[in-house]
């Protein structure tokens, strides 16, 4: 029964686009190594907030199951807690796409509604507004749209993090992308009361290792101390970001279930589908929608192209015969 209950979880996380079991973003590490985790991690003091932005990497189709992440985080490090909120890209199916998430440990992830799309900028932050009260935040620096939720959670407040992970299976951590480089900025926390940045909090580098071999290795921090870049030694040019292109506002049936309009969440009868927009130039473009539970609140939007038939008129001026 257990097994089965893990096989219909495992289904049910895949369908909102993310890997498989809880916990998803846990780390085993050991100094300034660590099997799934690249990044900087400050561990000298106790921390009430932290914050971060990077740019959404693309990541090339691939018919194999491959996951990345990027996050920032409280706790985790010398303690079983751990707070994080960021983006996560996947590659299957000859696809890729890319959600939003949040996790408190040892819950499991929950999907943020919001699109998210390879070269978008976010910015993310986690804040302890009171006792054991969090506020966690991710904005779409590109499209605008904004996420926040305040939940409960205790806390050690032990370690803050900004990373760039390859997420666990049920037993074991699952291929990385070909993320190439991602370049982190705004990484700060608030240690004792005060903003510092992640130099002046002591961050330091941990390198993501598989046995011999570096999968994923941390640049030194910039000249302001907020910025730093996760790179794959094996594959460190990044995938070009894609060009913006020209959408219809129809879309075509029978590809399409439902479109929700931007920010609106579509029914849970059609969580993990997708949309297929067009191009002017008749591209297909398909864009998975990372939909959490909860209900559409404006009207959905459906249009269908029909081909309209021109017919001949006889006109009034016809001569009869």
Do not use: C
Not at 31 to 44: E, F, I, L, M, R
Not at 178 to 194: A, I, K, L, P
Not at 279 to 293: C, D, E, L, M, S
């Amino acid at each position: 029964m257990n097994a089965l209950k893990k096989l219909l979880l495992s289904l049910f996380l895949t369908t909102l686009g993310f890997s498989a079991y809880s916990p998803m973003h846990a780390s085993a590490f050991a100094g300034g190594q660590s099997a799934n985790w690249a990044g900087y991690v400050a561990t000298d003091s106790r921390y009430t907030a932290v914050n971060g932005s990077w740019t959404v990497p693309a990541v090339p189709a691939s018919n194999s199951h491959l996951v990345s992440a990027e996050w920032i985080g409280i706790g985790g490090i010398n303690s079983t807690d751990l707070i994080q909120i960021g983006t996560e890209a996947i590659s299957d199916q000859n696809y890729s796409r890319y959600v939003a998430w949040y996790e408190v440990l040892p819950a499991n992830p929950v999907t943020i509604p919001m699109v998210v799309h390879a070269g978008d900028s976010v910015s993310t932050s986690i804040n302890l507004i009171g006792t054991n009260l969090w506020r966690l935040q991710l904005k779409n620096n590109t499209t605008g749209e904004n996420y926040m939720t305040e939940l409960s959670y205790a806390s050690s407040l032990s370690s803050a993090e900004w990373i760039e992970e390859r997420p666990k299976d049920v037993d074991h951590f699952l291929t990385l992308t070909n993320f190439g480089r991602v370049n982190f900025t705004s990484s700060t926390v608030v240690q004792d009361g005060m903003l510092i940045s992640a130099r002046d909090a002591a961050a330091g580098p941990l390198t993501m290792v598989e046995g011999t071999q570096f999968l994923a290795r941390a640049t030194s921090l910039g000249p302001d101390g907020q910025s730093f870049s996760v790179y794959q030694p094996e594959n460190p040019n990044p995938q070009p970001l894609p060009v913006p292109q020209t959408v219809q506002a129809e879309v075509r049936a029978p590809a399409v279930t439902t479109l929700a309009s931007p920010g609106v969440t579509m029914p849970s009868t059609v969580q993990g589908s997708y949309v297929i927009y067009y191009t002017q130039a008749g591209t297909p473009i398909r864009v998975y929608k990372a939909a959490a539970n909860y209900a559409v609140a404006k009207p959905v939007v459906k249009k269908v192209l029909i081909q309209k038939i021109a017919k001949k008129v006889p006109t009034k001026k016809a001569v009869r015969k």
